[in-house]
């Protein structure tokens, strides 16, 4: 067995296939995307030049969700990410498909309106990210249960793509005392290890946050 990781410690997407693989401690090869040649790799494998992206051997995987499913079927350890049930399994997928969707995007919105040249921010897509961050929280506010996980009392991928999500939004668009539930889920969720490990590994790049990262988590 063979895993490389293309990631960035920073990069929000990277965390979610970094947390499975810290939660099954599955051994992998971590490939840095941070120089010109690990760039011009990554375009090799995948043109799009998003990341993170796995090879297994000669295998290719793509896409954050893709890849902690697949290190599932092929190198499943003690936490399976995704339940055996079907209609259980489709509740986890469409968790993660809300944090990525209506989380995460807006959260990165947000962020790349802050690397903008000052005369060419984009003040409606700003003002639109922070309305559909506010229905998405206030969504989460009333889906979540005190003291659960995202979908339930086992930790899933849908909790692998909640902690960057909510790490990264909250410091855009401040939770506040508004959604106490999503501010309680959002700490317990950073709290576990194979999170706390992956904020851990990030923290030496906060000073690359545009606009200054927060002095907490
Ligand atoms: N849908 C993709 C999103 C990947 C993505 O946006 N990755 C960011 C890092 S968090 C990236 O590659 N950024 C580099 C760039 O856009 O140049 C996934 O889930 O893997």
């Given amino acids: 067995m063979s895993l490389t990781l293309y990631a960035h410690p920073f990069a929000s997407y990277c965390w979610k296939p970094l947390v499975a693989l810290y939660e099954n401690a599955t051994p992998f090869s971590y490939r840095l995307v941070g120089d010109a040649a690990a760039w011009a790799e990554l375009e090799s494998l995948w043109p799009i030049k998003k990341f993170p992206l796995l090879r297994?051997?000669?295998?290719t995987i793509i896409e954050s969700s893709i890849i902690?499913?697949?290190l599932g079927r092929h190198h499943p350890g003690n936490t399976p990410l995704l339940p055996v049930n079907d209609d259980a399994a489709?509740?986890?997928r469409f968790m993660d498909?809300?944090?990525d969707?209506?989380?995460?995007?807006?959260?990165?919105?947000?962020?790349?309106?802050?690397?903008r040249p000052a005369?060419?921010?984009?003040?409606?897509?700003?003002?639109s990210a922070r309305a559909m961050l506010d229905v998405a929280y206030g969504w989460l506010e009333a889906r979540l249960s005190p003291g659960a996980w995202a979908c339930g009392s086992d930790f899933t991928l849908a909790d692998c793509s909640?902690?960057?999500?909510?790490?990264y939004a909250d410091w855009v668009h401040p939770l506040g005392d508004r959604f106490p539930r999503v501010l309680a889920y959002r700490s317990k969720v950073l709290a576990r290890p194979s999170v706390a490990r992956v904020v851990d590994e990030a923290r030496p790049f906060r000073a690359l946050f545009?606009?200054?990262a927060p002095d907490r988590d």
Avoid: H, I, K, W
């Avoid at 297994?56 to 295998?59: I, L, Q, S, V, Y």
């Avoid at 995460?104 to 962020?111: F, G």
């Avoid at 909640?162 to 790490?167: E, S």
């Fill in 90 to 92: 489709l509740a986890v």
């Fill in 56 to 59: 297994d051997g000669g295998t």
């Fill in 210 to 212: 545009p606009g200054g």
């Fill in 68 to 70: 902690v499913e697949y």
């Fill in 162 to 167: 909640g902690a960057p999500a909510l790490f």
């Fill in 119 to 127: 005369g060419q921010r984009d003040a409606m897509g700003v003002a």
């Fill in 101 to 115: 969707n209506y989380v995460s995007t807006p959260m990165q919105a947000l962020v790349s309106d802050r690397l």
């Fill in 97 to 99: 498909r809300f944090f």
